[in-house]
């Protein structure tokens, strides 16, 4: 497994591991709270923030265990990327589609938010489940 | 599960190696300037390198691009050179 296949794994991991930490917190208060006064700013930003935290962990574990022979990105690597990217933009472009949506329709700010931030979130698990495809099975 | 084969491009990497004092992939990869990991994939026919990098594989182990890389159907520069 090359370096930036190890960091995809990490990245994978550490956004879907984040946003099912985000959902056991704030799902239970939705279910107890008005919609309009359920607090999810502050897990919103800290599961963020602690995927990027848990992102580099994951990857430096990998690396210890099984080292890389090269820590370069190659064309291979840069073509795989690329190609994750462009297939998974559209979650992004859903997910901000659905926001203007909400904004016109007069939903309340944490359905905006949140539907913004699933977008994100399927943003970067279906492009690195796509990327993690093309490097086990071909581009 | 065999790996799938998302290109028809084959290749001779690997005899070409072992005819060049069994080189190794990761000396291959070294001196084309890629991963290991690449040239397995090239080799195994899951990834179609871009022309540079073919170029410079077939410059490795001094032999014309189509001695490395063949396609389907079309016969090659080589073959075509050794019938006349």
């Not at chain 1, 962990?57 to 210890?64: G, I, P």
């Not at chain 2, 690997?14 to 890629?34: C, I, N, Y």
């Amino acid at each position: 497994m090359s370096y930036e296949e190890k960091g995809v794994w990490a990245y994978l991991i550490s956004s879907a591991g984040a946003y099912i930490a985000y959902l056991a917190i704030v799902v239970p208060r939705l279910l107890h709270t008005p919609v309009s006064q359920v607090s999810y700013r502050v897990p919103l930003l800290l599961t963020t923030i602690a995927s990027v935290i848990i992102a580099t962990v994951v990857r430096s574990v990998l690396e210890v265990a099984r080292p890389s022979d090269s820590k370069k990105a190659d064309v291979r690597d840069r073509d795989i990327a690329r190609f994750g990217e462009h297939a998974s933009r559209w979650c992004v472009v859903g997910g901000a589609i659905a926001g203007f949506i909400g904004a016109f329709d007069h939903w309340d700010y944490f359905w905006i938010g949140n539907v913004i931030y699933l977008g994100f979130v399927l943003w970067a698990v279906v492009g690195s489940v796509l990327r993690l495809v093309a490097y086990r099975r071909g581009l | 599960m065999a790996p799938s084969k998302p290109t028809r491009i084959t290749n001779r990497i690997r005899a070409l190696r072992f005819g060049h004092d069994e080189m190794t992939q990761a000396q291959l990869a070294e001196r084309v300037g890629v991963t290991r990991q690449t040239i397995i994939a090239i080799e195994q026919g899951r990834y179609s390198p871009s022309l540079e990098v073919a170029f410079q594989i077939a410059h490795v182990f001094g032999v014309p691009l189509d001695e490395v890389f063949q396609y389907p159907g079309v016969s090659t520069g080589s073959e075509e050179g050794q019938r006349r």
